[in-house]
């Protein structure tokens, strides 16, 4: 029996299980308030609300370069998650969960293309490749009507 189904979606139960790791038990990821949106085979999504202490720039009220950085690393890293969680379908989510412990972050890149300003960002990426030792990722950081703040490319060891 699969657990990802064909269109690459996942089930509940291993989202939340994702969400909780990400979200909760990843501490940085809480403190800039890194939320999961969606998660598929194929792609994610994530969300950061701005908060008063994301702050860079106090004249202009923009977001912090590092947590651009770090939000795009994490979201790299969740999409990996999810290509190795679906490359390993017939697991259970419990045993999906046990593969990104070796996961870490090898090469980062990030664009600085615009001011971050706005009440919310959107955090998108897909895996370009998923090796047996390294996976390839590209990123973007969207204000709230879209527009593209940054890009980010990234490499992160998987075994």
Do not use: C
Not at 21 to 31: A, H, K, S, T
Not at 40 to 53: F, K, L, Q
Not at 107 to 121: C, E, K, P, T, V
Not at 128 to 149: H, K, N, W, Y
């Amino acid at each position: 029996m699969s657990h990802a189904s064909a269109t690459g979606a996942f089930e509940p139960e291993f989202v939340a299980l994702l969400r909780e790791l990400f979200e909760e038990r990843i501490v940085f990821n809480r403190q800039i308030g890194l939320k999961v949106v969606d998660v598929a085979a194929d792609a994610v999504h994530g969300r950061i609300t701005m908060r008063p202490e994301l702050v860079g720039h106090f004249a202009y009220q923009r977001l912090h370069g590092g947590v651009i950085s770090a939000g795009l690393d994490a979201i790299g890293g969740l999409a990996v998650m999810a290509a190795i969680a679906a490359k390993h379908a017939d697991k259970s989510p419990a045993q999906r969960l046990q593969y990104f412990a070796k996961l870490g972050t090898i090469d980062l890149r990030i664009d600085y293309l615009r001011a971050a300003i706005g009440g919310h960002f959107d955090l998108r990426a897909r895996v370009l490749r998923l090796g047996s030792r390294v996976a390839s990722t590209r990123m973007e950081f969207l204000g709230p009507q879209g527009e593209l703040f940054a890009a980010g490319a990234a490499s992160y060891i998987v075994s």
